[in-house]
């Protein structure tokens, strides 16, 4: 048996954030570069750009910035933010589904006797 989850974050039924918008965050960060970073995470550019702007426009903020220096790719503060508390959302939901795991378990093992 196994409890699954999936954890994204919506306003008015479309998507703001989620773990592939997360993925494609940390894979800019990394890469400091869309492209590589879609490379990175065999998806088209296209896609990776329309889910990066399309974020940017519904939280009404800027998620990357792009050094004048040397055009490479960056994570403003807000989206270093949103980041860290996604994912400690996700590690809070895993423990409480491990806990609920073990509940089930158990209830589910004292029930065959």
Not at 81 to 102: P, S, T
């Amino acid at each position: 048996m196994e409890i699954k989850y999936k954890i994204w974050i919506e306003k008015n039924g479309k998507v703001l954030f989620g773990k592939g918008r997360d993925n494609i965050l940390q894979a800019i960060d990394t890469e400091q570069s869309l492209n590589a970073a879609a490379k990175k995470l065999e998806m088209s550019y296209r896609a990776a750009w329309g889910r990066l702007k399309a974020s940017e426009e519904r939280m009404g903020i800027k998620l990357v910035e792009i050094s004048k220096r040397d055009k490479s790719m960056h994570l403003t503060p807000q989206a270093r933010a949103i980041i860290n508390r996604f994912e400690k959302l996700e590690r809070d939901a895993e423990m409480l589904l491990m806990e609920a795991d073990e509940d089930f378990q158990s209830l589910l093992k004292n029930s065959k006797k």
